[in-house]
């Protein structure tokens, strides 16, 4: 398999990485506690996040591999910020509202302890998820900006679309002080990336100087 074929599957897959996220947004209910639980909806949105979340993880290593050279080590702190602060603070969310909590629904003795604020919902946030999404939520905020800025620095994809991480990253904030923006605001970094592999997959802005038409070397 060439690297081309690579840097496009990689593109692919952080393009319907974001995808996944507007199906997993469109699906969402509302509400909160064991009603929310218990709706079908909940475990089917979140399933559908954790793919999201899975495909822009795949996706990741080759957007940076693509532009290694000129994005430098900023590119890769970037990069390696924003994959373990996704998997932290959504991987771990996705899974648990797409099979935990949706199972505990269904047993009637826990019905008191799934009351919106109530002891679960603490318990978790006092718990090793509120650690994780405590420390991977600033992790992911300035993976973006790197991974934005080193993007625009390196002019492999178009200069401009290295704005979009950094948006999503200013943009993320708002969904706690703006309740009517969260889902949207939440959304902006999947969007981002997707736009991001939306270029590599078609080969968008390749360096000066190299002959992007060409096939690269077969990995042996």
């Known amino acids: 398999m060439s690297y081309a074929t690579l840097f496009r599957l ?11 996220h507007l199906v997993y947004l469109l699906t969402h209910p509302h509400g909160s506690g064991l009603a929310y639980y218990a709706d079908p909806a909940t475990a089917l949105s979140h399933l559908a996040g954790f793919a999201s979340v899975l495909l822009i993880l795949l996706g990741l290593p080759g957007l940076f591999a693509r ?10 702190v970037g990069t390696v910020l924003v994959f373990f602060g996704l998997a932290m603070v959504d991987g ?8 935990f909590t949706p199972a505990l629904a269904t047993i009637p003795e826990a019905a008191p302890l799934m009351a919106s604020g109530g002891p679960l919902e603490e318990a978790m946030l006092g718990g090793m998820q509120g650690t994780l999404v405590s420390a991977g939520g600033p992790m992911l905020l300035l993976g973006l900006i790197l991974l934005g800025v080193s993007t625009a620095r390196a002019g492999v994809l178009p200069r401009w679309a290295g704005a979009l991480p950094v948006i999503a990253a200013l943009a993320v904030p708002l969904g706690f002080v703006v309740p009517s923006l969260e889902g949207v605001a ?5 969007l981002a990336l997707g736009c991001l592999g939306s270029f590599l997959a078609v080969r968008i802005g390749a360096p000066a100087g190299t002959q992007a038409a060409e096939p690269a070397p077969a990995v042996r």
């Open 92 to 99: 771990t969310h996705m899974i648990i509202d797409s099979a």
């Open 10 to 20: 990689s593109g692919v897959s952080l393009l319907l990485g974001g995808l996944a």
């Open 67 to 76: 532009q290694a050279e000129r994005a430098g080590i900023l590119g890769l």
């Open 186 to 190: 939440f959304a902006m970094p999947y």
